[in-house]
């Protein structure tokens, strides 16, 4: 037995729901990709292709949730079962895409490049705690036009766990398919034993850009899981209140599983997310606030309500170097994702409001 926390309560959580199912239809999700728009309006939603707005009516939806798995696994290189999406199994990643590096020689932030990925990478399979990798540095030391596929190439030639990773581009996802097809021998037995989910995020509010849109398209058809990365700050880009941030992530999420079931059902995809409470004194976005915590507890609830498998952004840290303030940070989002039954939690290592990485904190 092991216990839970639950801040909802089953009629919350059914109004939530109810209402995030209402922000689909009015004002509606704008959607920046023409075959999602298409693949949308087949299914019954009303498209505006001029605005580039659509409006999801409750039952496309719900028809989406019902080919949407329960759960799934990820697998080592190896074949064996390494992660497993569903229930109320817990599971640790370092997080991704980190701009900064805390230095180990003079404990000061720069950006990373490739040794500093592959010192990572070896550091994580040696981590009991950690069940899969992450592509979470970017380096700085390489173009930008392939940033996403050079960091995942550096972490196949090192990992044998699986990978949290996402494409920068449209272009290059085929290309890190095929870096992964070759990493565990055919198509078939990557299609049959993924070894990677890939991030796609919604733009709060609202909000499908081109590339993330096709970038959840195109894993659906290459049966590539799917983690959806909503991202509403409450008081910014979301309403201030908790409970509205919540309802907006719903309803983000609920296009985003609505467009991937569309593309391919029965593809598997997460409920996840990186939402933070805004700091509107400072203007930062707080990842180790006990408000961005409640937050993600609470829409864990809604996916698991949903019977989708779910994710969130904890056990990390505001703070910019490895101290008091990073533990107990770490500490109390640690025990919050484990309560809650959050099926992948990305975090630890994180540090400076989810932009630097640091080994002595993983």
């Known amino acids: ?21 209402a922000l689909l239809v009015d004002p509606g999700v704008r959607v920046h990709n023409e075959e999602a ?3 949308l309006a087949e299914a019954g939603a009303d498209v505006d292709r001029e605005e580039q707005i659509a409006r999801i009516p409750e039952r496309v939806v719900r028809r989406a949730l019902e080919t949407a798995p329960s759960e799934f696994y990820l697998y080592a290189l190896d074949g064996q079962p390494a992660v497993h999406y569903g229930g109320d199994d817990v599971h640790f990643n370092p997080c991704s895409t980190a701009l900064t590096i805390l230095d180990s020689q003079t404990q000061r932030q720069r950006p990373p490049v490739t040794a500093d990925l592959v010192r990572f990478v070896k550091l ?20 930008r036009e392939i940033a996403d596929l050079y960091r995942l190439h550096v972490a196949l030639s090192y990992m044998h766990k699986p990978i949290v990773t996402g494409a920068f581009r449209k272009d290059t996802l085929r290309i890190m398919k095929d870096l992964l097809v070759a990493a ?24 499908w850009s081109d590339l993330a849109c096709q970038n959840l398209i195109d894993c659906a058809r290459s049966d ?40 391919k059902p029965g593809a598997p995809i997460v409920w996840g997310g990186s939402p933070a409470a805004v700091d509107m004194r400072k203007g930062t976005t707080p990842m180790g606030a006990v408000e961005t915590m409640m937050i993600d507890g609470s829409y864990a609830e809604i996916g698991k309500h949903l019977g989708l498998p779910v994710q969130a952004y904890m056990a990390l840290s505001d703070s910019k170097t490895v101290d008091y303030q990073a533990g107990m940070e770490t500490a109390m989002g640690a025990i919050i994702a484990a309560l809650s039954g959050l099926n992948n939690v990305s975090g630890p290592g994180m540090l400076d409001f989810e932009s630097c ?5 993983l």
């Open 224 to 263: 590539i899981p799917t983690q959806l990365i909503s991202m509403p700050l409450a008081g910014a880009t979301a309403p201030v209140t908790l409970a509205g941030s919540v309802i907006q992530h719903a309803a983000e999420s609920l296009s985003g599983v609505t467009i991937c079931q569309l593309a």
């Open 124 to 143: 994580i399979e040696t981590l009991p705690q950690m069940d899969a990798q992450s592509t979470a540095l970017v380096c700085s030391d390489v173009p």
């Open 1 to 21: 037995m092991r216990p839970t926390v639950e801040l909802l309560g089953s009629d919350l959580v059914e109004r939530i729901i109810a209402e995030g199912m």
């Open 357 to 361: 990485q640091s080994l002595e904190k």
């Open 37 to 39: 728009l298409g693949l």
């Open 184 to 207: 565990v021998g055919d198509e078939a037995t990557l299609s049959a034993k993924p070894v990677a989910v890939f991030d796609v995020c919604p733009s709060p509010p609202l909000l």
